[in-house]
C-alpha cells in the first residue's frame, strides 16, 4: 500500500488499484476548509489521470464524514479577506471523475459534506451516520446544483423533503429513501466499502467504468432512443 496525501486529506492506494481518501481534521470532525478543499480535488483528478487507480472510497477521520464548512475557517475568511467562495473546482467534481467512487460515511454528513456524499457514485453508511442538507436552516439557497443531484437520486418528493425541511435524516432511513446503498456497523464500515470496491477493481474492466458511469451521468438527461444509441 502507497501512503501520500496532505495534512487534511489522507491518500492511500492498495494493491488492488483501490485509492482510499481520507478527510483528516477530526479535531475538526473534518470541517470543510480551503486547504481540504484543495486536496481533496487534486487528489480526485490525480486519480482520474493514474491508470493504477481503478476504484475510489473516500472517508472521514473520527466520528464524522465531513459536517461542512468549519465555522472557524469562514471567520478566518471575514477577518483576512480570503473568498471562501473562490473556488478553483466545481463542487460536483467527484461525478466528472471516470472511475467508482464510493463514499465510506463514518458520521455527519452535512451542508458541503452532505454535497461530496452525493457525489459519489455509491454510498455505505454507517449505522450512527446523519444527513442534513442544513442550508435552509442557516438562510442559504441550496448550494452548488445540489438539489438537481439530490432529486435524482432519490426522487422529488423525498428531495423536497430534504432540502426544504433540511432535518436531521438517520442511516435507516437515508437507506429506505435510496440516499444510500448500505448500511453497516460503524466498525465494519470501512471494511465492508473497500471489499465492495476490491471486487470492482479486481474484477470489472478500466475502461468499462469509464464509459458506463459516463452514461449514467448522460442518461440523466437524455431520451431512452438517445441512450440506446
Known sequence: MTSTGSPTVLSELDEHGV?????HRSERNNGWTIEMEEAYFGLLIDAANNPAVKVI?????GKAFCPGLD?????ESAATGQRIGSRRYPMDLARRVPKPIIAAINGAAAG????????????????TAKFTSSFARRGLPAEHGITW???????????????LSARVVLADEALAMGLVNRV??????LPAALAYARDIADNCAPISLAH???QLLDDLERSSEEARL
Open 149 to 163: 443531484v439530490v432529486e435524482r437520486i432519490v426522487g422529488y418528493a423525498n428531495a423536497a423533503d430534504l432540502m
Open 184 to 189: 453497516v456497523a460503524p466498525d465494519e464500515l
Open 57 to 61: 472510497v473516500v472517508t472521514g477521520a
Open 71 to 75: 465555522m472557524l475557517a469562514l471567520a
Open 212 to 214: 458506463i458511469k459516463g
Open 112 to 127: 458541503i459534506g452532505f454535497i461530496q456524499a452525493c457525489c459519489a457514485d455509491i454510498r455505505f453508511a454507517a449505522s
Open 19 to 23: 485509492l482510499l481518501l481520507t478527510l
